[in-house]
């Protein structure tokens, strides 16, 4: 099974087609009819050397299991709560330390790259796990594209506030917008990616449509959803949950098994998919992405900068 994903083969390379039909006739809804063109339009992606060659979660666990407090606080309420969310037309300002700030739109910035699938581990800070088959393009790529100046030291990202269309918002679970950030050298890391789909089709809406960041050796939530908003800056930029808690949510949140959380261990983790008996796996030094940027830190006190 796991060899079915090794040789740069995209999850629809392998997956039998009776399957696809049957998930897509799932994410449709019974019976529904599928109008060309609009829902469950493809996207053309090529295969990356990025990707895990381990097994995808199906469409439905990646999208029915969510965090994305804008809709609600249950892992239910993202696919429950966001039928009036509007994620097209969208822009994205690109502001603060870049030689071309502005408004860009999706449209706009889409034209000038490549999208790729990632076929990604994802952990979350309350230890589950998926593994997600995204869609998108590295973060690099824009950032060249406008012109990252050489004082900015960070990136900030913030999340649309629409309260109209995101019921999560009319209440003060949050300090809306939800916030995140990166320093410049992880932000430029080719594994950080703007994801614009999963499974070759546009972000669904409780995934962050329609374009979010994905930094997978760092704990979900620094993978922020529904971007509007991109600065660049020469100071640490201030972010939702460590604003929050600080103590329980560092500005780095790099993926570490050695570093517990104050009331709960990251020794391990919950595959979500797995099923009720199945037994925790060890979770892994930035989640299995090491070799890949265990470099970025080299000096740093993990245990300090958590
Ligand atoms: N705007 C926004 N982004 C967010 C969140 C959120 O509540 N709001 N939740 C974060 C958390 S805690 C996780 S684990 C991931 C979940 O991504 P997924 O639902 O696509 O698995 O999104 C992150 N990005
Ligand atoms: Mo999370």
Redesign the pocket.
């Known amino acids: 099974m796991r060899n079915r994903f090794n040789g740069n083969l995209k999850w629809s390379d392998v997956t039998p087609k009776a399957q696809w039909m049957n998930r897509r006739s799932l994410l449709l809804g019974a019976g529904a009819a599928m109008v060309a063109g609009q829902a469950g339009a493809k996207i053309t992606s090529v295969p990356s050397a990025y990707s895990t060659d381990a097994i995808p979660n199906t469409f439905e666990e990646?999208?029915t299991?969510?965090?994305?407090?804008?809709?609600g606080t249950d892992k239910e309420d993202?696919a429950r709560n966001s039928a009036a969310f509007q994620p097209d037309p969208w822009a994205v300002q690109i502001d603060g330390l870049v030689d071309k700030p502005g408004s860009y739109d999706l449209a706009d910035i889409l034209g000038g790259v490549t999208l790729e699938e990632r076929i990604y581990r994802?952990r979350?800070?309350?230890a589950?796990s998926?593994v997600?088959p995204w869609v998108g393009f590295e973060l690099a790529t824009l950032l060249n594209r406008v012109g990252v100046q050489p004082s900015a030291k960070f990136v900030a990202f913030e999340?649309?506030v629409r309260p109209e269309e995101m019921p999560?918002q009319r209440q003060p679970l949050?300090d809306w917008?939800?916030r995140?950030g990166l320093r410049l050298d992880e932000a430029m890391h080719p594994l950080t990616i703007l994801a614009t789909g999963?499974y070759d089709e546009p972000m669904?809406k409780?995934?962050?449509a329609p374009i979010?960041?994905v930094v997978p050796w760092k704990?979900?939530?620094?993978?922020?959803?529904?971007?509007v908003r991109i600065t660049l800056t020469d100071t640490m930029p201030i972010t939702?949950?460590n604003t929050l808690n600080p103590r329980e949510y560092g500005f780095y949140s790099n993926v570490n098994p050695k570093v517990d959380h104050p009331r709960w261990s990251q020794a391990s983790e919950r595959q979500v998919g797995g099923g009720i008996f199945a037994p925790r796996v060890d979770t892994l030094m930035f989640n299995g992405y090491e070799d890949q940027v265990a470099a970025l830190y080299t000096g740093q006190d993990l245990t300090k900068d958590y």
């Open positions: 990646i999208t299991y969510n965090n994305f407090y804008e809709f993202p994802f979350c800070v309350e589950w998926m997600v999340t649309v999560g949050l917008p939800y995140e999963l669904p409780q995934n962050g979010r960041l704990y979900g939530f620094k993978s922020i959803k529904s971007i939702t949950w």
